[in-house]
Structures are given as C-alpha cells and as structure tokens.
C-alpha cells in the first residue's frame, strides 16, 4: 500500500514538505524555508567536517515508526543518530517543533529513552537498557579520571557517577554505550610518570661518632 504525496499549494504562505513510506506512514514538516515534495531529494554529504547550526524544524507526524522518523531528523538537521534495537514504536499525531536536540529530548520523553551526544553523534537507547559498572581506577586518582569524562563530554548530571568507598573505583551507570565509550577513554588516561626515587640513608651511631649507610650499596 502507497501513501499519496501531499503538496502544500504555491500560493500558500508556508511551504512544505512531505514525506511518504509504505511501511512507516507519513511525517509532514512545515516551515518558512522548507521545500516543495519533488524537490525534497538527499543531498550527499560532504567530505569536509562542517560547523554544525542547529535550525528549528517543525513536525507533525500523521503515522510512522519511530526509527523512520528519527532517521528523517538526522537526515534534516545533518546529524547522526545512533540507535540501539530497543528503540521502537509508532509516533501517532504528533507536533515536534525545535532545534534537533529539543526534538530528541521530547522523543525520549514521550519513548521513555535515554540518550546522550558524543563527537558528534546522538545515541538513543531504552531506559530499561541501563546497565550500572564498577570500574578500577588502578593508580588513577579520582579526580584525573572525573575531568577525562568531563572534557570528553561523557560527564552528565543524568548519568551520576558516585565513587566506592576505598577510592580505588567509580561506580558509572547509564547506557551501555555511554558506559563503553566512558572505559575506552579512562583506559586511554596514560599513567603518571615514576617519581624518581630519592636517595635513601640510613644513620648508625657507633660510639660517639655517627655513620651514613647507603641500603643500595651506592
């Protein structure tokens, strides 16, 4: 079965587009700079990094599976999002409207979802996928690795990260995926130079004289 293809008139003073799937419905996006249907073609991406702009879109999906229209908005807003296989259902009569991080953040509101940003990439996951991990610092401080996810922008208030009670490990939970990507980047932590080791003497006293010993035979 084929949904027909809707064109929003010439003389009307928004434009659109819409987007048709045999097997996922329909999503209509509207706005001021939006193209006519036959125009609405993939571009191919570019080979260079771009500035990433986030624009607002405006969405209201008629019918369509969840993972048809997350790949949709990455393809719109010229993001990539990661998806794990719990990530499904039908969004029905639904307005979406925002920078594509506002319109993810209502997604994983009304899908009960996790998600979280890295270099780049949005990666969405079930709630029910959250995974807790006791990871060894070694000789890690706490501190040295707390800053490496911060700066690696895998630190966040929804994912907590609580320390053990000997200090020697942290306790992470969250998505698998935020929990591999978070070990990848502590194991990358190179470990702190050796101190060098001081010399060492040990003071004898023999009668009324005192002796220093080298314990290394130096």
């Known amino acids: 079965m084929q949904f027909p293809i809707a064109k929003i008139?010439?003389?009307?003073t928004w434009a659109g587009k819409l987007w048709t799937s045999a097997a996922f419905?329909?999503?209509?996006?509207?706005?001021?700079?939006?193209?006519?249907?036959?125009?609405?073609?993939?571009?191919?991406?570019?080979?260079?990094?771009q500035p990433q702009i986030e624009h607002?879109?405006?969405?209201?999906?008629?019918?369509?599976?969840?993972?048809?229209?997350?790949?949709?908005?990455?393809r719109d807003a010229g993001i990539?999002?990661?998806?794990s296989r719990l990530v499904r259902g039908t969004v029905r009569g639904k307005n979406y409207d925002g920078g594509h991080v506002v319109i993810i953040d209502?997604?994983?509101r009304d899908f009960d979802l996790d998600w979280f940003e890295f270099n780049g990439v949005y990666y969405l996951s079930a709630r029910?996928?959250?995974?807790?991990?006791?990871?060894?610092?070694?000789?890690?401080?706490?501190?040295?690795?707390?800053?490496?996810?911060?700066?690696?922008?895998?630190?966040?208030?929804?994912?907590?990260?609580?320390?053990?009670a000997d200090g020697t490990a942290l306790a992470l939970s969250g998505p698998p995926k935020l929990l591999g990507l978070s070990e990848a980047v502590i194991?990358?932590?190179?470990?702190?130079?050796?101190?060098e080791t001081s010399a060492t003497q040990v003071r004898?006293?023999?009668?009324n004289s005192l002796t220093a010993i080298d314990p290394q035979g130096g």
């Open 128 to 164: 029910s996928e959250t995974v807790n991990r006791l990871i060894r610092l070694g000789n890690l401080s706490q501190d040295r690795v707390r800053d490496a996810l911060t700066e690696a922008g895998l630190a966040s208030k929804g994912f907590p990260i609580q320390s053990a």
């Open 9 to 12: 008139p010439d003389h009307s």
């Open 204 to 207: 004898i006293r023999r009668a």
């Open 25 to 49: 419905g329909i999503a209509l996006a509207i706005g001021p700079n939006a193209t006519k249907a036959e125009d609405a073609m993939p571009v191919p991406a570019s080979t260079e990094a």
């Open 56 to 74: 607002t879109h405006h969405y209201f999906v008629v019918n369509q599976q969840l993972p048809a229209f997350l790949i949709l908005l990455g």
């Open 106 to 108: 209502q997604i994983a």
């Open 80 to 83: 990539k999002i990661d998806t």
């Open 187 to 195: 194991e990358s932590i190179p470990p702190l130079p050796a101190a």
